[in-house]
């Protein structure tokens, strides 16, 4: 770390960064984002779970150097609040429970060894790897969890439309790889092209959990679905409101008709023409005339 371990006072320094520059690739940078993002969205209403990404993470009081910094992971028991670095001593020796690394050309070797034989000694329940590139490993999406100590493959599962599920036992979700759809605003438009890409569902329900953006869609969705229903409510009643007063200017019109035949064929029967032939002439029903007559 660049900066200075010890501060002039003699107290010990736990810097908030390593002082060099963020070199992180596009396809490495947007999971990271949307795996924080989908996650922080899934757990917003319990205020003891933590969601963070790219942040320090202090396991030993005293030693600056006992640090990690996993691309996402997710801390149970600890408060909701924005953090510069994460010190356990501080947080009741909470540790996270799952962590996500999302695997590249620089991070290869670290993730597949030094990291999890790290994590495991830690207590970190579970340990996943993505690679969205799927230049890196095979396959493309790796998970363990911690068992005796050290950690055991997560056996994946068939799910209809994914070409390989994991649980995370920790999170009570399903991590996926599914063909990125080309259409979705809501995946990094970068990985369009990656063969699969990584999504979180809820195995209870079978649907696929929102980011901020793709919640964000999803409401303007709806919205604008229960707009177009109340306007096609509105076209309909108003076609119903047309249909009615069509039917009854139309039932007026045929009154009026027939009123008008009913006065001629009194003027007809008045000039001494028998029923019969007003009832021919006119062609109405000869009811209709003698009951006239009998009027």
Request: without cysteine; negative net charge.
């Amino acid at each position: 770390m660049t900066a200075d371990t010890y501060l002039a006072s003699g107290a010990i320094a736990y810097p908030d960064t390593d002082g060099q520059p963020m070199t992180e690739s596009d396809p490495t940078r947007d999971y990271l984002i949307y795996a924080v993002d989908v996650l922080r969205q899934y757990f917003q209403s319990r205020d003891q779970v933590y969601v963070s990404g790219n942040l320090f993470i202090y396991y030993r009081e005293g030693e600056p150097g006992a640090v990690v910094s996993p691309d996402v992971f997710v801390i149970f028991g600890v408060s909701k609040r924005q953090r510069r670095s994460y010190k356990t001593w501080q947080e009741g020796n909470k540790l996270p429970a799952f962590i996500l690394e999302i695997t590249s050309r620089s991070t290869r070797r670290q993730d597949e060894t030094d990291k999890p034989a790290l994590y495991a000694q830690l207590g970190v329940q579970e340990y996943f790897q993505y690679d969205p590139t799927a230049d890196y490993l095979s396959p493309q999406l790796k998970g363990r969890r911690r068992r005796d100590g050290e950690y055991r493959p997560i056996e994946p599962h068939s799910v209809a439309e994914s070409s390989l599920a994991l649980r995370s036992e920790v999170l009570g979700l399903d991590l996926r790889l599914v063909a990125p759809s080309p259409e979705a605003t809501t995946t990094p438009p970068r990985l369009a092209a990656v063969a699969q890409a990584l999504r979180f569902f809820d195995p209870q329900t079978g649907e696929k959990l929102l980011n901020y953006a793709e919640a964000q869609q999803a409401r303007r969705q709806v919205e604008q679905a229960l707009g177009d229903a109340e306007q096609a409510r509105q076209q309909a009643e108003f076609a119903l409101g047309a249909a009615e007063q069509a039917r009854q200017q139309a039932e007026q019109a045929l009154g009026e008709v027939e009123q008008a035949q009913l006065n001629a064929a009194a003027r007809l029967l008045q000039r001494g023409l028998l029923p019969e032939e007003v009832a021919d002439i006119l062609d109405i029903p000869l009811d209709a005339l003698l009951s006239l007559g009998q009027g």
